[in-house]
């Protein structure tokens, strides 16, 4: 059983920065896609990032371009986001999800096991 456990949320001001941690278990596969997919109240989830096992490949939404990085650890068992500059807009609960193998992208109904998620909340 895959297990996703982040932490890390919070509140913050606008311009400052958060870093979101997923730790990871029961992944049996070399191969996978975890993400982060954020929703925030009466809106669509978004796939706002996502890397790959595979090749270390990277999304990131437009927009959270350059203002959020996702990263592992070297044992592939933590996957992190670091925030920065974060707007207001950027309030939502953060889900970390993983998906067997593909590409990483925005597309969040590919992701079969998902976390609990955190909240974030940017205030101006």
């Known amino acids: 059983e895959v297990l996703l456990v982040e932490s890390g949320g919070g509140a913050v001001q606008a311009g400052e920065s958060l870093r979101l941690s997923c730790v990871a278990s029961?992944?049996?596969?070399?191969?996978?896609?975890i993400g982060w997919v954020r929703q925030a109240p009466g809106k669509e989830r978004e796939g706002v990032s996502a890397?790959?096992?595979?090749?270390?490949?990277?999304y990131h939404s437009d927009s959270v371009k350059g203002r959020f990085t996702i990263s592992s650890d070297n044992a592939k068992t933590t996957v992190y986001l670091q925030m920065s500059s974060l707007k207001p807009e950027d309030t939502a609960v953060y889900y970390c999800?993983?998906?067997?193998?593909?590409?990483?992208?925005?597309?969040?109904?590919?992701?079969?096991?998902w976390g609990q998620g955190v909240q974030v909340t940017v205030s101006s």
């Open positions: 890397l790959s096992s595979s090749d270390t490949s990277t």
């Open positions: 999800a993983e998906a067997f193998g593909g590409s990483p992208s925005e597309d969040s109904s590919a992701y079969s096991n």
């Open positions: 029961g992944i049996t596969s070399d191969d996978w896609v």
